[in-house]
């Protein structure tokens, strides 16, 4: 089962009302509702660790000529009707953009806070996107987009390159771990068997270059050696994948004699 517990913060002022019994607007749907223009966090996965509140924007547009209180858009699985299916912890929503009679944009902000709410780890991976509305004097209407959003549990990286200095044609051990935030402990645990590349960047230059990749172990501590050549920044990345998101470890700076 989902959370049983929910806070929704909407935005005074973000009850609108349409009076106008006009034809409905281009594009609204048969039970007089249509949701358009729908975006999650621009696209991209929301990443959260284990104590800092993460904020989610959200957009979207709705046409009806109905009265309506409190349109959202929210991330579910299982059923849309079924509220202990649904992800968010606060929720906020914008006035009325009025773009024509009967249809407005809205800016919404989805906040998600490990620190204050229970987060289970089955929680990250995929879910899909609704949007919803209710209409004064009772009733509303609730509309899956076909669209997926990620949720994703931060990592982190670190990283020590040794010794400093160095002399040319010596070689340097890069090491370092790959954690990741564990919702339910609220720590970051080891996050074992990670391929993470090793990444140069020599000193004066402006990007990093892939050296190699290395896998991490059971414990997901990171091991390599390489040649020493220049001076410049060692670091470790991690891409992600479906349940966690992409960190770069800080630099280790090895200066080449």
């Known amino acids: 089962m989902g959370k049983k517990v929910w806070r929704a913060v909407v935005a005074v002022g973000a009850s609108t009302v349409f009076t106008g019994m006009a034809a409905v607007p281009a594009g609204a749907a048969e039970g007089g509702v249509s ?15 284990v ?31 079924n509220s202990g299916e649904r992800l968010w912890h606060a929720i906020e929503t914008s006035d009325c ?3 024509s009679s009967g249809v407005c944009d809205f800016n ?15 929680e990250a991976g995929a879910w899909k996107v ?9 009733g509303g209407d609730t509309d899956d987009k076909g669209l997926t959003a990620y949720v994703k ?12 200095p160095v002399a040319k044609g010596k070689t340097i051990t890069v090491t370092g771990k790959v954690t990741r935030a564990n919702w339910e402990t609220r720590k970051y645990a080891s996050y074992g068997s990670r391929l993470v590349s090793l990444q140069f960047k020599p000193s004066g ?19 390599t050696t ?10 470790w990345a991690y891409y992600g994948n479906t349940t966690t998101g992409p960190s770069t470890s800080a630099a280790d700076n090895v200066v080449v004699r």
């Open 51 to 81: 104590s800092e509140e993460v904020a989610a924007p959200t957009s979207f547009r709705m046409a009806t000529t109905k009265k309506w209180k409190w349109p959202a858009v929210f991330l579910y699985r299982g059923s849309m009707g």
């Open 153 to 164: 549990r931060n990592s982190r990286l670190s990283v020590n390159a040794a010794p400093e």
């Open 97 to 99: 953009h009025q773009v």
């Open 226 to 235: 390489v040649k020493a050549s220049k001076t410049g920044a060692w670091r």
């Open 205 to 223: 230059a402006t990007s990093y270059t892939t050296v190699k990749k290395v896998h991490a172990n059971g414990s997901g501590a990171l091991k």
């Open 35 to 49: 949701f358009t223009r729908v975006q999650v966090n621009g696209g991209k996965p929301i990443v959260i660790g």
């Open 108 to 122: 919404e902000t989805m906040y998600f806070d490990p620190s204050e709410w229970d987060m289970r780890n089955s």
């Open 130 to 138: 609704a949007a919803e509305v209710s209409f004064t004097g009772g």
